[in-house]
């Protein structure tokens, strides 16, 4: 619109339009409201490249595209604890794997709503109410599942060889459909963890590059 009435106005007076930088300079900014204007504003209130990164994350956090991400993330919690209430007594090689699973599934739902809660209040607050706008619960129940998860893992890898599925009658016996769904639901993570680390590396580098530049 800014860049419509410049050439409107310099055609009423006779002289040529302005020029693309002319017309960039009288451009109205981003608004805040917008995800890139927050990211702007963040970038322009940071005191360096980690404590961006940090308020992107929060801002990002509060996004509406990761709040869907997240109810779609909700779907695999409920996948666990079905499995493993369905073969909860299907693995007496590992008894802990369908509970594992269902434990599990129960604080990543916990877990996945408080994140949604507190995206959508952080939005609505700002300075110091923001920052105190409590993930206490939050984060006791993400270091419960930190633990519960290498407990998984024992669990789980340490009967990837001792299993089998062709006899129910004797003890290391374990459902396949369980065990493979415990296991890759572990192995998964890994990659996951795996890609994001290799995106925060390639971001960290983008950025490194581009301050040498400026």
């Not at 192995?187 to 950025?207: D, E, H, K, N, R």
Request: proline fraction near 5%.
């Amino acid at each position: 619109m800014a860049t419509e009435g410049a050439e409107l106005k310099a055609a009423e007076a006779g002289a040529a339009p302005p020029s693309y930088v002319e017309a960039k300079d009288v451009a109205p900014p981003p608004s805040y409201d917008s995800l890139f204007g927050q990211l702007k504003q963040a970038k322009e209130n940071s005191d360096g490249n980690v404590d961006f990164v940090k308020t992107c994350c929060g801002i990002l956090v509060g996004s509406v595209a990761c709040t869907v991400c997240l109810g779609i993330f909700l779907a695999i919690p409920i996948a666990m604890i079905a499995v493993g209430a369905t073969y909860l007594h299907d693995c007496p090689a590992e008894r802990m794997i369908p509970i594992y699973l269902i434990v599990a599934g129960v604080f990543n739902i916990v877990s996945n709503i408080l994140m949604i809660i507190r995206g959508k209040v952080n939005k609505r607050k700002e300075g110091e109410e923001e920052k105190k706008s409590g993930a206490g619960p939050e984060q006791l129940i993400n270091c419960f599942l930190f633990a519960w998860f290498i407990a998984g893992n024992v669990w789980v890898y340490r009967t990837y060889d001792a299993w089998q599925s062709s006899n129910s009658m004797l003890d290391n016996f374990c459902d396949p459909t369980l065990y493979y769904f415990s296991f890759w639901i572990i192995t998964s993570t890994y990659i996951v963890l795996g890609v994001l680390l290799v995106i925060c590396l390639a971001v960290c580098i983008c950025m490194c590059i581009c301050g040498k530049k400026e």
